[in-house]
């Protein structure tokens, strides 16, 4: 079984400091892939970062970054340079092969000017 | 990038009719495409995964009498909601992934927002 966990169901940051959303989890699988998505008001689903769980080095791209500790299962989002556009839902989700996607709660994000 | 779409985007029908949610993935090929339901304000919640030519793959606790899926081509899959009833008014997400080698990526489509009377 996968269970997906994040503890802040909000969060707020400053336009352009930095923010770090936390999220934990448990998988049985021995190959799984792990992601943040964004969902802003517009409901649309978009992928923000992905990680495999083999690769040791941490995923980054542009602005964003995780911090990936696999014994102790976490997967934290860090947002750097905050910008408005950023206000969104975020999920973190387990993936495995077969591509079965398991959904954290959800952390909103607002971003002060 | 890859793009998949939704039809409708909205859909209001009455109690005891049946409504069909299409999802098509517009620039490439997918062999899995997942279907899940978002109440207001939770998560995305997988109901099921459907494989082209197969019978789709139910998570526990969703009626598979109850939501029909189909998955007829490797750029199309349908979800019929049966003998609707106000309860099951959500929104519901369909996402694919590419038959491309070694993809672990999905993309979403923009969601339907179905209203049960």
């Known amino acids: 079984a996968q269970t997906v966990t994040q503890s802040q169901p909000e969060m707020s940051v400053q336009e352009a400091e930095t923010v770090t959303l936390s999220c934990t989890y448990d998988?049985?699988?021995?190959?799984?892939?792990l992601f943040w998505y964004k969902q802003p008001p517009s409901r649309q689903m978009i992928l923000v970062i992905r990680?495999?769980?083999?690769?040791?080095q941490n995923a980054t791209e542009n602005r964003f970054s995780v911090n990936f500790q696999k014994a102790a299962k976490s997967f934290s989002l860090k947002i750097s340079d905050s910008q408005l556009g950023d206000a969104a839902m975020y999920f973190c989700?387990?993936?495995?092969?077969?591509?079965?996607?398991?959904f954290g709660q959800g952390t909103e994000l607002s971003v002060k000017p | 990038g890859a793009v998949v779409s939704q039809h409708p985007s909205r859909v209001i029908c009455k109690s005891g009719t049946s409504v069909k949610i299409e999802c098509r993935s517009l620039?490439?090929?997918?062999?899995?495409m997942f279907w899940y339901r978002q109440f207001p304000k939770q998560s995305l919640m997988l109901m099921a995964t459907?494989?082209?030519?197969?019978?789709?793959?139910?998570e526990q606790g969703v009626e598979k009498d109850k939501f029909l899926i189909n998955h007829a081509s490797l750029t199309l899959s349908t979800l019929t909601v049966t003998s609707a009833h106000p309860e099951d008014s959500s929104f519901y997400i369909c996402?694919?992934?590419?038959?491309?080698?070694?993809?672990?990526?999905?993309?979403f489509g923009p969601g339907t927002r179905l209203l049960v009377l």
């Open positions: 990680q495999e769980a083999y690769k040791q």
């Open positions: 989700a387990t993936g495995n092969q077969g591509g079965k996607l398991i």
């Open positions: 998988t049985s699988e021995s190959d799984y892939y």
């Open positions: 459907s494989n082209e030519g197969s019978k789709a793959t139910y």
């Open positions: 620039d490439f090929q997918a062999t899995t």
């Open positions: 996402s694919a992934r590419p038959r491309t080698s070694g993809s672990k990526t999905q993309y």
